[in-house]
């Protein structure tokens, strides 16, 4: 039992440096802000589908707070924002964002179909954490689109998160099916006897 767990912990581990590594792989940056990057919810969204939604979102919390402290790198502490937008940007855009992706494995006993499902159901779900701090936190960057985005927060919240969350779920499951589909690898993330978590 303590094998197991500690089996769990170490591949939990190595899930979420993967999904560091590759969100510093860009495949596109937008110009307005946002990139696709290469496949970095990948390894998460297959550790949840293969441990199930326990350890899935133990994991994408550990993930959520690497991106969180790259995010501080990347100057989140001074983009000028009030300590309640601060807040509610922390745990829109990093902590709430980044652990829904634990929640992949929700239907991971029902096949391609729920691998599918379950991982577009996760990335929707990071994806409307994005579209709500774009409109209560991140609303007077529609300025820089003009003055129509600046009175159109819900259509310019819309359009730049699902510019590079549309992109980066589509490929995830590409991503994700590819690899579940292919036999030895298929077996080993979808070996429910073997990965007992719930």
């Not at 983009?79 to 990093?94: H, M, N």
């Not at 634990?102 to 239907?107: D, K, S, T, V």
């Not at 590079?164 to 030895?184: D, N, S």
Request: charged residues 10%; contains cysteine.
């Amino acid at each position: 039992m303590q094998s197991s767990k500690t089996k769990i912990l170490v591949e939990g581990a190595i899930m979420v440096a993967l999904a560091t590594v590759l969100s510093f792989i860009r495949v596109f940056k937008l110009p307005w802000g946002g990139s696709i990057t290469l496949l970095s919810m990948l390894p998460i969204v297959l550790f949840s589908i293969r441990r199930g939604i326990k350890a899935g979102l133990t994991v994408s919390f550990l993930f959520s707070l690497v991106q969180f402290f790259q995010g501080i790198i990347d100057g989140l502490f001074g983009w000028g924002l009030t300590p309640v937008s601060l807040v509610a940007c922390i745990l829109l855009d990093y902590l709430i964002a980044f652990t829904v992706l634990g929640l992949a494995g929700i239907f991971r006993k029902k096949g391609v179909t729920g691998w599918i499902c379950g991982i577009a159901f996760a990335v929707m779900l990071r994806f409307i954490m994005h579209f709500l701090s774009g409109v209560i936190i991140w609303k007077s960057f529609g300025q820089l689109w003009g003055d129509f985005f600046t009175e159109n927060t819900v259509l310019y919240s819309l359009l730049y998160n699902g510019a590079y969350m549309l992109p980066e779920m589509i490929f995830t499951i590409i991503g994700a099916v590819v690899l579940l589909k292919a036999p030895k690898i298929g077996h080993y993330l979808t070996n429910t006897s073997e990965a007992a978590a719930k």
